[in-house]
């Protein structure tokens, strides 16, 4: 959160704060390019609170260069295809009267609301500079290639029932304006539904794709509901999905009582825990590093965060094939910042016996289960 350049806290509003650690000359994208595509690095700056506790990401990469094309996360995978369809039936009873959803790129919810029995009960309205043209012409859905803006709304569709996200809290630059934003859009005792990561749970577990250029909070779910109470909104329901996600049922209250929420002092904790995430990543690289010193088929699982946070750290990339993917719109691209090419996992099959470095958090046994059983049984993961 910014006033002008200075960082903010947006719980205590305090502009002091402590320097944790630094990833040097990050890329700032996460995604896949063309061979010799000139990549941005930035130091990737970790500081909390004094006052709060809470942690961010400093400095912030404009939006237009971090977000310059999708990157595809969210979109291959068992775990991500469940977590769609649960967070969809999390929020079907609702799905109803005049909805917003915002970030609908992947249009996961769009997708699923075809099925509802009662197609001409609602009017959707989708939200994303990324949508793509594709997905644009079905009946009773509204997609806008722009950020949402309580401006446009009111402007266009008055006040509505249901607003929607998943998976875009934890992207927002300013999370208090965000949230009056969404109260101010909605009708009296309207809903706010929406999906997160398990950022506690993921910054404990060591997995990296935690918090970086996009994700420049470290919204924990105790923030959140702090968050959310301070800015009008009363929690109904919450529901964990496996240690991924955290769905969030909420309704515009508009009581704004702070001497009935529990204070968010978290400095001694937090410090110790991300000081702990750091020393886990620097200990895991050098052990990698001595496993693959004079191995030959070699690979790096993910396309992703999950590789340049290891690459940042000093891993040793000489020996490295290739990284693998699953997603073939990454295949035969390089990783942002990086030479090396993406390729499909496939190319396992005519190997020996391949070795893949895999710290791709969450989804590790998936991927892991996938090769064993259906590309290379010889694979060694590490």
């Known amino acids: 959160m910014f006033e002008g350049n200075k960082l903010i806290c947006p719980i205590s509003k305090s502009s002091k704060f402590l320097k944790l650690f630094t990833f040097r000359k990050f890329p700032i994208y996460m995604g896949v390019v063309e061979k010799n595509y000139k990549a941005e690095f930035k130091n990737l700056c970790f500081k909390i609170n004094k006052i709060s506790g809470s942690v961010q990401i400093d400095p912030k990469v404009p939006l237009k260069k971090l977000y310059f094309k999708p990157h595809g996360s969210g ?8 977590h769609h369809l649960n967070f969809f039936s999390f929020i079907s009873d609702n799905i109803k009267g005049k909805i917003i959803e915002i970030g609908g790129g992947h249009n996961s919810v769009s997708e699923n609301i075809d099925q509802l029995k009662s197609p001409n009960s609602y009017d959707l ?17 509204t997609y806008l290639k722009r950020f949402f ?31 009056k934003d969404i109260f101010e859009s909605l009708e009296d005792n309207g809903y706010h539904m929406f999906s997160v990561p398990n950022l506690k749970s993921m910054i404990k577990s060591g997995f990296t794709n935690a918090m970086n250029f996009e994700h420049p909070y470290f919204l ?85 965060i999950f590789s340049q946070v290891l690459i940042s750290h000093g891993l040793n990339v000489s020996n490295i094939e290739a990284i693998l993917d699953n997603d073939i719109n990454k295949q035969k691209k390089y990783l942002y910042g990086t030479n090396i090419k993406v390729n499909s996992p496939n190319i396992l099959i005519k190997k020996n016996h391949p070795i893949i470095i895999l710290r791709a958090a969450q989804y590790n046994h998936e991927i892991k289960k996938q090769i064993i059983t259906k590309i290379n049984n010889n694979t060694k993961f590490i």
């Open 220 to 304: 924990e779910e105790d923030m959140i509901d702090y968050l959310l109470k301070k800015n009008g909104f009363e929690i109904i329901k919450k529901k964990k999905y496996l240690n991924h996600s955290i769905f969030y049922k909420t309704i515009k209250s508009g009581i704004k009582n702070k001497n009935k929420i529990k204070k968010y002092k978290k400095f001694i904790a937090n410090k110790k825990l991300f000081l702990n995430f750091n020393k886990k990543i620097l200990n895991d690289v050098k052990k990698i590093n001595k496993l693959i010193e004079n191995k030959k088929e070699v690979f790096l699982f993910g396309a992703h």
């Open 149 to 179: 803006s309580k401006g446009h709304v009111k402007k266009n569709f008055g006040k509505v029932n249901l607003i929607i996200h998943s998976h875009l809290f934890e992207h927002i630059y300013d999370p208090n304006k965000f949230l």
């Open 125 to 141: 309205i989708s939200y994303d500079p990324n949508i793509k043209k594709k997905s644009v012409s079905k009946f009773k859905h």
């Open 75 to 82: 979109t291959v995978g068992k775990i991500w295809k469940n």
